[in-house]
């Protein structure tokens, strides 16, 4: 996905660089959560090391690389490998939080939880830090992103049929 720097800010303020990215991250994080749905969904029903999980997690992988790019379009190199690094660890968390809840190990679980948790800190100061929101609403944002997403894998992973609706 292109997202126009500075050169291309014009009058109307919805082409502005700040507007383009916003509607980019939009529509990247949107297809971030589904493509992170399928990659658990897949891993569930075909194990976590088949053929389709793998392709699953290249399109996850991909949109990663998306999501980075629009952020260093307008912050900048360093701000896209520290967002790319941030993103990248919060996936294996939630990786790690998918596999702990599928083999039933309680401590892979709560190891996720804590990492996680500690994502949420280092990832809302570099949110706070890039676009000057307070670091608390941003907590705050990502707990409830933390918390949605535990319970769609939970719902994932036990078969529920409230995982399309845990997922939304």
């Known amino acids: 996905m292109h997202v126009p720097g ?6 109307d303020p919805t082409s502005t660089p700040a ?3 916003y509607a980019a991250l939009d529509e990247l994080l949107r297809e971030h959560a589904d493509l992170t ?8 029903t075909n194990g976590a090391s088949s053929a389709d999980t793998k392709a699953a997690e290249a399109a996850l ?11 260093g379009s307008l912050y900048g190199k360093a ?5 790319l690094k941030l993103w990248r660890a ?3 968390f939630f990786v790690g939080y998918t ?3 599928a ?5 892979e679980v709560v190891t996720a939880q804590r990492e996680l948790d500690g994502y949420v800190s280092s990832f809302a100061e570099f949110v706070a830090g890039a676009t000057k929101l307070r670091a608390a609403a941003v907590v705050a944002d990502l707990r409830g992103h933390v918390a949605t997403l535990e319970t769609a894998i939970n719902a994932i992973v036990h078969h529920s049929p409230s995982a399309g609706t845990a997922i939304q």
Do not use: C, Y
Request: proline fraction near 2%.
């Open 19 to 21: 507007a383009q990215l």
């Open 99 to 101: 596999l702990g809840v």
């Open 6 to 11: 500075p050169a291309a800010m014009t009058s």
């Open 37 to 44: 749905a399928n990659v658990v969904q897949t891993a569930v």
């Open 61 to 71: 992988g991909q949109n990663t690389e998306d999501l980075g790019a629009a952020i």
């Open 79 to 83: 701000a896209q490998a520290r967002f």
């Open 103 to 107: 083999t039933k190990n309680r401590a």
């Open 90 to 92: 919060h996936i294996r």
